[in-house]
Nanobody, 115 residues
Framework: QVQLVESGGGLVQAGGSLRLSCAAS????????MAWYRQAPGKQRELVAS???????NYADSVRGRFTISRDNAKNTMYLQMNSLQNEDTAVYLC?????????WGQGTQVTVSS
């Protein structure tokens, strides 16, 4: 079973930046399309950004131009660089496969943006 561990969240002022990391336990990570998701209180989980094994990226309209997804297959790690953070970005951020069936979800990492 692949294990996913997210890190890098925190409290940041509006306009600030954070870099999230997602570490996967298995080498199968390298051949799978991956994604970052987020879930705010009382809202459904939403897809934020995705990246294929070859590096093709896609973004939700709400984060395009502000967030950058990347991956280091040698380290089985994926990243999310978040710039110009807004209050609406406050959520728990999680990583997983882009397509179902998903791997077991990690704990996620909390991002809180204050104005």
């Amino acid at each position: 079973q692949v294990q996913l561990v997210e890190s890098g969240g925190g409290l940041v002022q509006a306009g600030g930046s954070l870099r999230l990391s997602c570490a996967a336990s298995g080498s199968v990570f390298r051949i799978r399309a991956m994604a970052w998701y987020r879930q705010a209180p009382g809202k459904q989980r939403e897809l934020v950004a995705s990246i294929t094994s070859g590096g093709t990226t896609n973004y939700a309209d709400s984060v395009r131009g502000r967030f950058t997804i990347s991956r280091d297959n040698a380290k089985n790690t994926m990243y999310l660089q978040m710039n110009s953070l807004q209050n609406e970005d406050t959520a728990v951020y999680l990583c997983n496969l882009l397509y179902q069936p998903f791997w077991p979800w990690g704990q996620g990492t909390q991002v809180t943006v204050s104005s």
